[in-house]
Nanobody
Framework: QVQVVESGGGLVQAGGSLRLSCAAS????????IGWFRQAPGKEREFLAA????????NYADSVKGRFILSRDNAKNTVYLQMNSLNPEDTAVYYC???????????????????WGQGTQVTVSS
């Protein structure tokens, strides 16, 4: 069973950048698709981005295309989410999740993910 932990959240001004990290335990990290989601107060948890097991395929929500970039370093059991051009609408708790489904697909559905981190707060001031 994989354990995932997010880090890197904080307070940033509009237009600024943050890099979030998702660290996972185990020697089979490369077997998991990694997805990022966020949830603001009063809102549903929404899909942001995902990267396939191999790292060869990514999937981005329209709201973050061109601003957020995913990468993974399987040797470090870590996936990074580089977030640029942040605005106050990006304020939310950000979650990392791991999927052990049997296909090398960057899933966008919450139901595809088996393990979830605790969340990290991102706050963007105007």
């Amino acid at each position: 069973q994989v354990q995932v932990v997010e880090s890197g959240g904080g307070l940033v001004q509009a237009g600024g950048s943050l890099r979030l990290s998702c660290a996972a335990s185990g020697r089979t990290f490369s077997s998991y698709t990694i997805g990022w989601f966020r949830q603001a107060p009063g809102k549903e948890r929404e899909f942001l981005a995902a990267i396939s097991r191999s790292g060869g395929s990514t999937n981005y929500a329209d709201s973050v295309k061109g601003r957020f970039i995913l990468s993974r370093d399987n040797a470090k059991n870590t996936v990074y989410l580089q977030m640029n051009s942040l605005n106050p609408e990006d304020t939310a708790v950000y979650y990392c999740a791991a999927s052990n489904r049997g296909y090398d697909i960057p899933y966008s559905g919450r139901g595809a993910y088996d393990y979830w981190g605790q969340g990290t707060q991102v706050t963007v001031s105007s």
